[in-house]
């Protein structure tokens, strides 16, 4: 097992907030604590915050009152990391990382949607956690054609991250369609509930803005530890 290369601190940050915020725990107007009390709390530097801080102003999401301090707006449909990221822990909220378990070029499942024209696809398997704390396995299939060969060491936290830089696919739109089902055979040792466990369940198909599908992938998370939430609009 891998933990997928991390994300740059302030980016890490910028997103734990944008998701903090979307649950509700910045309230609408509310002052973020001064700068370096902030900093201290994260655990980085001033400089560090204040580049999260920044990304967060860009979007729309923060107002930096010079002599007041830094105020939270809320908006809908924020340009984030982890903008199509749907799991949540129950209180809301929590940053997303990945422990990469494979990855592997392979025949594309035979009961999986039809998503790109090679009939091989990179299958890649991660445990995925929030602020730490496991709450899903996953499979991943992208198409083939997009790239002959796909390691470890290439992934990042945010698949779709990687997709955008290294390979130039934008994920524009998903479909998912939420149940229940077992977890499956090849969940490890390392996660807390074993296979044949009955879990919370995701099945997405990723399309590019052209209306092409690349990716179909499959998510099994702990209900008792997680929510799938979809905001839509203003609240």
């Given at each position: 097992m891998a933990q997928a290369?991390?994300?740059?601190?302030?980016?890490?940050?910028?997103?734990?907030?944008?998701?903090?915020?979307?649950a509700g725990h910045l309230a609408d107007g509310a002052r973020l604590p001064p700068e370096r009390e902030m900093a201290a709390e994260l655990g980085i530097s001033v400089g560090t915050l204040r580049k999260s801080l920044a990304d967060l102003e860009s979007k729309g999401l923060l107002d930096r009152i010079q002599g007041s301090g830094n105020y939270v707006r809320h908006i809908p449909d924020v340009q984030s990391v982890y903008a199509f990221f749907r799991l949540e822990k129950v209180r809301g909220g929590g940053l997303p990382t990945a422990d990469v378990?494979?990855?592997d070029r392979m025949t594309k499942p035979k009961d999986a949607p039809g998503f790109g024209p090679d009939p091989e696809g990179h299958r890649i398997r991660r445990l995925r956690r929030l602020d730490g704390d496991l709450m899903a396995v996953e499979e991943i299939w992208l198409d083939g054609s997009l790239r002959d060969a796909i390691t470890r060491d290439d992934l990042s936290d945010s698949l779709y991250q990687f997709y955008r830089n290294e390979l130039g696919v934008v994920i524009a739109s998903v479909e998912?369609?939420?149940?229940?089902?077992?977890?499956?055979?090849?969940?490890?040792d390392s996660f807390h509930l074993r296979a044949g466990f009955a879990v919370g369940y995701i099945e997405r198909v990723s399309w590019r803005a052209d209306g092409t599908p690349v990716e179909f992938s499959r998510t099994w998370f702990d209900n008792n530890k997680a929510r799938y939430v979809s905001r839509m609009g203003k609240g």
């Amino acid at each position: 097992m891998a933990q997928a290369s991390a994300l740059p601190k302030y980016v890490a940050v910028s997103e734990m907030l944008i998701r903090e915020i979307a649950a509700g725990h910045l309230a609408d107007g509310a002052r973020l604590p001064p700068e370096r009390e902030m900093a201290a709390e994260l655990g980085i530097s001033v400089g560090t915050l204040r580049k999260s801080l920044a990304d967060l102003e860009s979007k729309g999401l923060l107002d930096r009152i010079q002599g007041s301090g830094n105020y939270v707006r809320h908006i809908p449909d924020v340009q984030s990391v982890y903008a199509f990221f749907r799991l949540e822990k129950v209180r809301g909220g929590g940053l997303p990382t990945a422990d990469v378990l494979s990855v592997d070029r392979m025949t594309k499942p035979k009961d999986a949607p039809g998503f790109g024209p090679d009939p091989e696809g990179h299958r890649i398997r991660r445990l995925r956690r929030l602020d730490g704390d496991l709450m899903a396995v996953e499979e991943i299939w992208l198409d083939g054609s997009l790239r002959d060969a796909i390691t470890r060491d290439d992934l990042s936290d945010s698949l779709y991250q990687f997709y955008r830089n290294e390979l130039g696919v934008v994920i524009a739109s998903v479909e998912d369609r939420i149940g229940v089902a077992q977890l499956p055979r090849w969940t490890p040792d390392s996660f807390h509930l074993r296979a044949g466990f009955a879990v919370g369940y995701i099945e997405r198909v990723s399309w590019r803005a052209d209306g092409t599908p690349v990716e179909f992938s499959r998510t099994w998370f702990d209900n008792n530890k997680a929510r799938y939430v979809s905001r839509m609009g203003k609240g």
